[in-house]
């Protein structure tokens, strides 16, 4: 795509601002605005200003399909970021990628394996978060037996089989395995199974709206109680807010950023962003606003590189592209993989707040590389 010199750059940003999943997606558009604001008061791109148009796709691939294909037929734009759920990806690579021929960044962490020329990712993948996290959590609690509660989509499909090679490889074994639809809301069979089983390691993978009463559930059960863990890569700051503090007491994740994290520029970031949008959604890894921030800043940079907004040529850069600053810390592109390197914590929910128990520092994303 060549871009002509006598309009801004156009950035189109699809993220679920209603719907199950809004209190992730107001806190991706909050991001996007403050990161092509913080390009623009830099002087822009290629000295033009960069456009952001923002679409609703209302936690409904159907819905996020149809903006995609608006951002491109319409809006012409140069690049699209955004989708939380992997199915969400999916509804947005056909109208952008498959049939608009042009660049997406996904921002979420997820379950890897997506492998083309014009998608860049820029959360977390599986080598990233479970590789880590299953074999230090079994050294420290002496666990072995996991049960792994999902949602029947591609995402928990996948990481369930990444859990099942760690735990069996670490002399574990997984007693029990079962996926239900995303919008399940009942699970007193699931938890009374689980509590039979004799897990001592819930892996969850179940999402909203199932998620608030799955853990309701699990709590009142006394699973936890009875000196059982949960772990749920995904869980942070954000969804904090949406349960008792008591129903998450030490639940354990892995993701590249928690605000516990305390450097100079994750710091700053993070007062710019809560003096900008108080109140909101706040800003967070689980919440793909660190890959919405960073996928903006290694666009930016793989731009100017470039010398210009025609595709190949940006591409091109940000195969490479990197950020020496960024939420969490630094990120760089594995040349061709269009998967990010990135520093990478194990925090634990403590009294309504998450806390980095284990700064595990940079790890590689271990994923395919991408045919030209």
Known sequence: ?????????????????????????????????????????????????????????????????????????????????????????????????????????????????????????????????????????????????????????????????????????EGGTVVGEQYFPMDHLDFDQLVDDIMKSGAEVVFNTIVPPGLTPFLARLHDAGFARRGGHIVCTYFDENFLNLVPAEHVEGLYGCLDYYRDVADRFSDALLARYDERFPGSAMFTAGSACTGMYRGLRLWEAAVSEAGSLRQADVVAALDHASVAEGPGGPAAMVPGQHHLRLNMYIAQSQSGAFKVVNNLGPIEPKEREVAA
């Not at 209603?18 to 092509?36: P, Q």
């Not at 609690?141 to 735990?167: C, Q």
Request: proline letters at 7%; one cysteine or more; hydrophobic letters at 40%.
């Open 1 to 169: 795509m060549t871009s002509s010199n006598d309009r801004p750059a156009r950035v189109g940003v699809i993220t679920d601002q209603t719907g199950a999943l809004s209190f992730m997606g107001i806190a991706g558009a909050n991001t996007a605005t403050m990161a092509v604001d913080e390009i623009n008061e830099r002087g822009g791109l290629l000295g033009r200003p960069v456009e952001l148009i923002i679409e609703d796709s209302a936690t409904d691939d159907a819905v996020a399909a149809s903006v995609a294909a608006k951002l491109i037929a319409e809006d012409r734009v140069d690049v699209v970021l955004g989708g939380i759920y992997s199915s969400t990806r999916q509804a947005i690579k056909g109208p952008v990628v498959d049939d608009g021929n042009t660049l997406y960044i996904y921002p979420e962490q997820y379950e890897g394996q997506e492998c083309d020329p014009l998608i860049f990712c820029t959360g977390p993948v599986p080598a990233q978060q479970v590789d880590p996290l299953v074999p230090w959590l079994m050294r420290r609690t002496g666990a072995k037996r996991f049960y792994l509660p999902s949602a029947d989509y591609i995402w928990p499909h996948v990481m369930n089989k990444k859990v099942w090679e760690v735990v069996t490889a």
